[in-house]
């Protein structure tokens, strides 16, 4: 994939966020998703690009869903890491037209596609997390962070390409 050099590694799809994300997407079982979808379905339409998506609260981010056979619930320890996921993935989506990803022993393979203002919010929140941390990640996390931050960086300079 094209995004191998930061899903799996430091930057992000390492998370227990990353793999309730990969659960939301099996779980679904769609080959299409757009982002204004995902970000309504963690519940955090109303949040994202008004205010930091510090664990708080004020902030709930988790997927709820009522499927056929059975009822997924999943709170995400940490906001913006859903945001970063999210990020890498649209960038896998736009350079390859699709995401194949092995999760919990399936391949799951979808492509996720955005209008300009939300891929805009997306980068705008990653931005706003690599110059403010402390708003967006605990303090016991910020070493891990700081790992990340490079690689944020990338994907959010990738990404304004397709602005």
């Known amino acids: 994939m094209y995004i191998d050099k930061w899903w799996g590694n430091t930057t992000c799809g390492d998370t227990d966020d990353s793999m309730l994300l990969m659960d939301y ?6 080959e299409q998703f757009t982002l204004k979808e995902i970000i309504h ?11 930091p998506l510090y664990v708080s609260e004020e902030i709930e981010c988790f997927f709820w869903m009522d499927g056929d056979e059975d009822k997924f ?3 995400f320890q940490i906001p913006v890491n859903l945001i970063i996921d999210l990020s890498a993935l649209l960038l896998q989506s ?7 990803i092995e999760h919990m022993g399936k391949k799951v393979k979808f492509s ?27 303090d016991f996390l910020q070493d891990e962070f700081a790992e ?10 990738e990404l304004k390409a397709y602005c």
């Open 25 to 30: 997407f099996e779980m679904k079982n769609k």
């Open 94 to 100: 736009f350079v390859e037209g699709f995401i194949a």
């Open 148 to 157: 990340m931050k490079d690689g944020i960086i990338e994907i959010c300079n």
């Open 41 to 51: 379905d963690a519940q955090l339409d109303n949040v994202l690009g008004k205010k």
């Open 112 to 138: 996720i596609s955005t209008e300009k203002e939300e891929l805009k919010l997306i980068i705008d929140e990653l931005e706003n997390a690599v110059q403010k941390p402390g708003l967006y990640y605990p």
């Open 73 to 75: 619930h999943a709170d």
